[in-house]
Antibody, heavy 122, light 109 residues
Framework: QVQLQESGPGLVKPSETLSLTCSVS????????WSWIRQPPGKGLEWIGY???????NSNPSLKSRVTISLDTSTNQFSLNLRSLTGADTAVYYC????????????????WGQGILVTVSS | QSALTQPASVSGSPGQSITISCTAT?????????ISWYQQHPGKAPKVMIY???KRPSGVSNRFSGSKSGNTASLTISGLQAEDEADYYC??????????FGGGTKLTV
């Protein structure tokens, strides 16, 4: 059974950079697309971006200038860096795996981490 | 503002059926028919209930069904049960590697 676990700081100061890691167990990170999704307290889900095991990635146009997603197949982990933080970045951050068919079409998020609450405050 | 619009809340009594709509601001957002629906209970990660507009993953109750007409996708839950009370989100693979979520709908049973 694939399991995902987010790790990182729970509190970050405004203007700083958030670094989160998602550890994947019970399966290989290779061959799959992986994603970060966040949810501000009491609000809806927001897609942040994805990375393929080959390294190709894309991100939400609204966050693109501040987001870097990377992946390390040797440790079975992928990471999120979000720069220039403000209070609006306070959220529960989830990592998730895409279910994709053999033609490369991705259909939905099939495995999720439990989420990590990140608060941006001085 | 999300490219997918959902009602903020819906409610129903046990045994009844309800439908949650998800309307795209642009046909491009839903043209690939890669629309999925997620159920989220408080403090929990979302769980997929429907994908590709109408398909149910293994293990999801057949009380959950999906459909689409024009720019609007819908999730119908029949035979409402107390455990169905949750937040529901639609999501679309909008093409060009971009994914979008709807604003979410709170279902009260």
């Amino acid at each position: 059974q694939v399991q995902l676990q987010e790790s990182g700081p729970g509190l970050v100061k405004p203007s700083e950079t958030l670094s989160l890691t998602c550890s994947v167990s019970g399966g290989s990170i290779s061959g799959y697309y992986w994603s970060w999704i966040r949810q501000p307290p009491g609000k809806g889900l927001e897609w942040i971006g994805y990375i393929f095991y080959s390294g190709s990635s894309n991100s939400n146009p609204s966050l693109k200038s501040r987001v870097t997603i990377s992946l390390d197949t040797s440790t079975n982990q992928f990471s999120l860096n979000l720069r220039s933080l403000t209070g609006a970045d306070t959220a529960v951050y989830y990592c998730a795996r895409y279910y994709c068919s053999t033609d490369g079409t991705c259909h939905y998020f099939d495995y999720w981490g439990q989420g990590i609450l990140v608060t941006v405050s001085s | 503002q999300s490219a997918l619009t959902q009602p903020a809340s819906v409610s129903g009594s046990p045994g009844q059926s309800i439908t949650i709509s998800c309307t795209a601001t642009s046909s491009d957002v839903v043209s690939h028919n890669l629309i999925s629906w997620y159920q989220q209970h408080p403090g929990k990660a979302p769980k997929v209930m429907i994908y590709d507009v109408i398909k149910r993953p293994s293990g999801v109750s057949n009380r959950f069904s999906g459909s689409k007409s024009g720019n609007t996708a819908s999730l119908t839950i029949s035979g409402l049960q107390a455990e169905d009370e949750a937040d529901y989100y639609c999501c679309s693979n909008a093409g060009s590697g971009i994914w979008v979520f709807g604003g979410g709908t709170k279902l009260t049973v």
